[in-house]
């Protein structure tokens, strides 16, 4: 009952802009539509292709079986690949950890900012947003590497991130990562594939 609860504000459009607010950032049109299968069930969807970052049809005709079979290669790999990121995300969504994914591919493209000026405030925003104590999004780290990274916004730089990125790349890889791998989410997609070439 409390989930039918949850499912049907998160539903409604004040519900959604409440959630909004409370994570800080307005979610993509887009996005939310491609993940709309996913809002009712927790861990299985009969269109995988929704969640797909392209035009469904044509995404999955780029993404070969063989490709989403080697998601579960490594972690990495599964990262290395944008239709993997926007299954793990999905997923993870599933889970209500999205924030994890979230905070490393922020810290990714935080590490390809030049500009110094630029540097210094999408530290702050990203420490604000996952990192400090009561976040809109806070990331599950240990206490010495919170105290580490606050320690590094006194002087931000490409780095100031490093340690608490792989500390949550480790915990997704160690605890998230498996789980996908095991989901009806991801078995559905690669036999969806498979029938397709069939």
Known sequence: MGNSLICSLSDHP????LQAMRTGQRQNKGMRTRLGC???KSDSCSDFTAILPDKPNRALKRLSTEEATRWADSFDVLLSHKYGVAAFRAFLKTEFSEENLEFWLACEEFKKTRSTAKLVSKAHRIFEEFV???APREVNIDFQTREATRKNMQEPSLTCFDQ???KVHSLME???YPRFLRS???LDLLSQNQRRLS
């Open 14 to 17: 004040v519900g959604k802009d």
């Open 38 to 40: 996913l809002s009712h």
């Open 132 to 134: 400090d104590v009561q």
């Open 164 to 166: 608490a990125q792989g």
């Open 174 to 176: 160690k605890d998230s």
């Open 184 to 186: 009806k989410m991801y």
